[in-house]
């Protein structure tokens, strides 16, 4: 198993471009997260998806969007990208939640930098 | 306004010293979870806990979930330059969605 994928590892955008974001996982989780991390912000949720054909907005969506058709697949997409984007991007998946959530396993994760 | 407090956020010490990560919160949490980084990787999961005043043991890291399951500690004895990284806590508010929220990280640093 890879576990969780992500493409590209690192990316140099200009102002006002676009990009996808790539994660794939091979575990058959249902549950998808993406996250973005700051220097001393911890991780901050993107965007959540329960499963193929739905997603839902985290704490952070402005800026970004999402699509899940299907399982393995959880691409994040840039459409005009600006400098306040710049930050480091982590997918993550879990099984399911139950009753306490259950350990999600990340990516290694996408270095953007918007100039 | 950050759901989770972490304290410290830096910590640098000498190899064989004890230290304890704190998370705080005013919220109640079904459950918290750790997580450990390191640089260019992404979180992996270090332990659960779910039953206020738990304790677990990860041989030299010791978790603690509070009484009131509010807040949590992670201490390791005896630190080892092989601990070196990034300590993440998370919690979990019971949802069906499996969301957790995450505190702002602690930076620990082990000298040899």
């Known amino acids: 198993n890879a576990g969780v994928t992500q493409t590209p590892k690192f990316r140099i955008l200009k102002i006002g471009q676009s990009m996808t974001l790539q994660c794939t996982q091979d575990?058959?989780?249902?549950?998808m997260y993406w996250y973005r991390q700051d220097p001393g912000m911890g991780l901050k949720l993107i965007y959540y998806?329960?499963?193929?054909?739905?997603?839902d907005k985290g704490e952070v969506p402005n800026g970004y969007n999402v699509s899940r058709s299907t399982t393995e697949d959880f691409p994040l997409r840039l459409e005009l990208a600006a400098p306040s984007q710049t930050s480091v991007y982590f997918c993550?998946?879990?099984?399911?939640?139950?009753?306490?959530?259950?350990?999600?396993?990340f990516g290694p994760g996408t270095r953007l930098t918007v100039l | 306004t950050q759901l989770l407090e972490q304290s410290p956020q830096f910590l640098s010490i000498q190899e064989g010293e004890n230290l304890t990560v704190y998370c705080n919160s005013s919220?109640?949490?079904?459950?918290l979870q750790w997580y450990r980084q390191e640089p260019g990787e992404g979180p992996v999961l270090l332990v659960t806990?779910?039953?206020?005043?738990e304790v677990k043991k990860l041989k030299r890291l010791t978790f603690q979930f509070g009484d009131a399951r509010k807040d949590s500690s992670l201490h390791i004895t005896a630190a080892q330059p092989g601990d070196t990284g990034l300590y993440l806590c998370?919690?979990?508010?019971?949802?069906?969605?499996?969301?957790?929220?995450f505190g702002r990280g602690t930076q620990l640093t082990v000298w040899p």
């Open positions: 575990m058959n989780h249902n549950y």
């Open positions: 993550a998946s879990s099984y399911s939640a139950g009753s306490t959530a259950d350990t999600q396993y």
């Open positions: 806990v779910v039953t206020g005043g």
């Open positions: 998806s329960v499963g193929a054909g739905i997603t």
């Open positions: 998370a919690g979990d508010r019971g949802s069906t969605l499996g969301r957790l929220y």
């Open positions: 919220s109640v949490f079904s459950s």
